[in-house]
């Protein structure tokens, strides 16, 4: 272990395995270590027995749940949206040889005490329920706007320079009344709370084009998709690309204690009695805590049912989003299941996670609006965590940090992050410029 190497990267969560994968095919010389003896840190997946274990202790879990290794239960789940960023990231590196995903069924809105499908286009804005018929033809306009806006060409954006016009702005333009713009903005543009309605409204339509191509690409019920056997194939597929293009990986490594110089820059890392030097460090929160902040905290229900959410056409695989304004909450409440039908439970069980951003210290009165839509239950496990973001000026001390993982169940701030800290770390930005019909193949 006694070498030097250009980055060490501590924890093996999803970011740090996926920068550990495209720093090693930049060439870089990478060493990644984990105080753990399984991958994912907190995005790991658990079979049955595992989950008893962190949630109740020395108990057993019932027989009638049928044999533990055939749960996969990701502690932090999130659907992939099929044209978005991560996905551009599997392709440039060629990750998908690794991995097999299947669509998601559905996507679903909670609106007025219902939950309804998100329609995503000018022809589903015409027979959603969502909508009375005058406020569908606003609807349908707006849809028809977003679909042909195309930034470099002038003529489609209606006399409207997006990067000054606000999303509020945007929406009076077309009439649109608050339940429509409370769907839009939280359903298919994925914002997590209202703020985004005062700023400029490119970044809105930007997000709405993408639910829109990511549905399109599947002609499925949903824009998500998921891998066969949950989000624990993910990092160690990264983990896999680092390897072929050089990386060392070594788990199980106690006390991983980050060494630095007089003047504050990080030097390397001493475990076990033998300490390996580096130029850069990445690393989760938990290896630095006298370099982060206490941003927020998740609350979260983790539940195994016999059936499928009611009132999602029957859908094996599903999101339902919350947005804020329904419940009277701050941010938006998050729902995910997941079945047999992606290998995370045998047949006959489902998945189910309720999450948000936590207001109070009591998750299960909290979730309570989530886990109304849940119906019955076999089993239900409750958890908070706290999320951090670094506070460090990387330049200073050469040290990357990655941010908590949201209450959000969809990838995609997780994955902004993750090209941020790349940019931080190279001084470059990664160029996706590639062939997406490249990944069909890997992804029929």
């Given at each position: ?11 093996t ?8 994968g ?6 870089l010389?990478?060493l990644?270590?984990d ?6 840190g ?10 008893w274990k962190?949630?109740?202790?020395d108990?057993?879990?019932p027989p009638?749940?049928?044999s533990s ?7 932090n789940?999130?659907f ?8 551009r ?6 990750v998908?040889?690794?991995?097999y995903?299947?669509?998601v069924d559905?996507?679903?809105v909670?609106?007025?005490?219902k ?12 027979k ?15 849809f028809?706007?977003?679909q ?9 954006h ?7 016009v606000?999303?509020?702005e ?8 608050d ?5 839009i903005?939280h ?14 409204a ?7 084009k993408l ?6 690409r599947?002609q ?11 989000l ?5 597929a ?16 106690p ?19 033998e300490?390996?030097k580096?130029?850069?460090l990445?690393?989760d929160?938990s290896y630095?805590?006298?370099?982060v ?18 009132n999602?056409?029957?859908s ?12 009277g ?6 729902l995910f ?13 489902f998945?189910?996670f309720?999450s948000?951003?936590?207001e109070?210290?009591q998750?299960?009165?909290e979730?309570?609006?989530g886990?109304d ?7 239900i ?7 951090f973001?670094p ?7 050469n040290c990357f ?10 990838f ?12 931080l ?10 062939d ?6 890997a992804?029929?």
């Open positions: 272990m006694d070498e030097e190497y250009d980055v060490i990267v501590l924890g969560g999803l970011k740090e395995c996926v920068l550990s495209l720093l090693s095919v930049d060439g010389k990478v990644h270590m105080r753990n003896d399984y991958y994912g907190e995005s790991t997946s658990l079979n049955l027995i595992q989950l962190k949630f109740r202790g108990d057993k879990p009638h749940l049928g290794k055939d749960y996969n239960i990701d502690m789940p999130k992939i949206m099929a044209n978005g960023t991560l996905v990231v599997l392709i440039h590196t060629d998908t040889k690794y991995l995903f299947k669509a559905g996507s679903f909670f609106n007025k005490a939950v309804h499908k998100v329609p995503s286009n000018d022809m589903e804005a015409l959603s329920p969502l909508m009375g018929i005058f406020e569908k033809r606003r609807a349908r306009k707006f028809i706007y977003v042909d806006y195309n930034e470099s060409d002038p003529k489609t209606d006399g409207m320079d997006l990067t000054r606000t999303t509020k945007l929406i009076a333009k077309f009439g649109l009344d339940n429509t713009v409370d769907f903005g359903a298919l543009a994925l914002h997590r709370d209202d703020r985004y309605l005062n700023e400029p490119l970044d809105t339509v930007k997000r709405m639910y829109a191509e990511s549905l399109a599947f499925g019920g949903s824009p998500y998709i998921y891998p066969l056997y949950g624990g194939e993910l990092p160690q990264f983990a896999r690309l680092s390897a072929v293009y050089g990386g060392t990986y070594m788990l199980n490594k006390e991983c204690k980050v060494e630095f110089d007089d003047q504050g820059k990080v030097i390397g890392v001493t475990s076990e009695g300490t390996a580096c130029k850069k990445v690393c929160p630095l805590t006298n370099k902040r206490k941003v927020g905290k998740v609350a979260r229900a983790i539940a195994i049912m016999s059936h499928p959410i009611p999602t056409n029957d094996q695989s599903v999101q339902v989003i919350l947005p804020q304004k329904q419940l909450r701050k941010s938006d409440m998050y299941c997941c079945s047999y039908s992606h290998n995370v439970c045998p047949k006959g069980k998945i189910a309720v948000t951003e936590a109070t210290d998750p299960a009165i979730l309570k609006p886990i839509l849940l119906g019955p239950v076999d089993e496990f409750f958890d908070m965590y706290d999320r973001e506070v460090n000026e990387p330049t200073l001390d940090i990655s941010t908590s993982y949201d209450a959000t169940t969809h995609e701030s997780t994955v902004l992050d993750v090209l941020n800290m790349y940019t770390i190279t001084g470059k930005v990664l160029d996706l410029t590639v997406l019909s490249a990944a069909s193949a992804e029929e």
